[in-house]
């Protein structure tokens, strides 16, 4: 595997995001916002398998069931890809139409944290949710427009959740259900992109997609910056540590807001891309929900 990442799956994603490994099935799991898609790549055998979803779908994570979980414009739902078919869990904004969910991960004790966003990204409406058996409280968290993450710490007493537009990846301690003594982690500058999906390796170190900005980008855990990869697409969204030893970096890209000059100039947007990272990332965990 290249440390320069290398398109392995060409698909043109409109929104391609929240990819996450899952080992009881070998692959990897994303999907495209956008399409609405869910996606699910086999690297063994360079398969893709793909499954229409009824409405903006921001994340898909496995549970203890051997379903999953996906987090859709209209609540969490459980998906069976056996028949493709969902089921509605419940929906913590219905007081919030406009809002959408996007991007989630799982603790260790099987509770999903995940963001909402305002859909046509203007209002600050976008919060930072636990699930606590079938429901879901609010952290806590202060309200953003374009949520991201989170993502925990390798012994799961801090998440890392990312104010996009904010340019903002803020850390915060968890107490109970609630997050505290929250500091911004880093902020990337001016013309470097958008902070966009977060991911933490076996290091406890952080990455960072850049929606805008050519790469990727790993932080130690005190928040300072060790690693830019580049990369030939503009848009890219996240990164998930997968295959033999959760050695190899995956990461979405997306096609959203390009022009066709650009377009023309990045015809890999919205695939998938892989690298080596040099690093191995962490287990992931299976919703208990």
């Not at 969490?76 to 078919?85: N, Q």
């Not at 046509?120 to 427009?145: F, H, K, N, Q, W």
Request: aromatic share 8%; with cysteine; glycine share 12%.
């Amino acid at each position: 595997m290249e440390r320069t990442p290398q398109s392995v799956l060409s698909l043109g994603a409109v929104l391609g995001e929240g990819p996450l490994w899952v080992e009881r099935d070998r692959a990897l799991w994303f999907v495209d916002i956008k399409g609405p898609l869910i996606h699910r790549y086999d690297p063994a055998t360079a398969v893709l398998r793909s499954w229409p979803v009824p409405a903006p779908v921001g994340w898909i994570v496995p549970a203890v069931a051997g379903d999953f979980i996906v987090g859709l414009k209209t609540g969490l739902h459980r998906f069976d890809p056996a028949t493709g078919r969902f089921a509605l869990i419940h929906d913590p904004e219905t007081h919030l139409p406009g809002n959408r969910l996007n991007d989630a991960t799982v603790d260790r004790d099987g509770r999903i944290w995940f963001g909402s966003m305002d859909d046509v990204e203007v209002l600050m409406s976008g919060r930072i949710y636990r699930t606590d058996g079938g429901v879901s409280r609010d952290t806590g968290a202060l309200p953003v427009t374009i949520t991201n993450g989170p993502a925990l710490s390798p012994d799961g007493t801090i998440l890392y959740h990312v104010d996009t537009l904010g340019r903002t990846i803020w850390k915060s301690r968890i107490d109970a259900a609630r997050l505290v003594e929250t500091a911004p982690f880093a902020r990337i500058e001016e013309g470097a992109g958008y902070p966009d999906g977060p991911t933490v390796d076996a290091d406890g170190c952080l990455w960072i997609g850049l929606f805008g900005g050519w790469g990727v980008r790993r932080y130690d855990p005190s928040g300072t910056l060790m690693t830019h990869i580049a990369f030939r697409v503009a848009n890219v969204t996240k990164v998930a540590f997968g295959g033999d030893g959760l050695a190899t970096a995956y990461a979405t890209t997306a096609r959203k807001g390009l022009t066709g000059a650009m377009l023309h100039e990045q015809p890999q947007a919205g695939d998938l891309f892989a690298f080596d990272p040099g690093v191995s990332g962490l287990p992931g965990h299976y919703a208990d929900l």
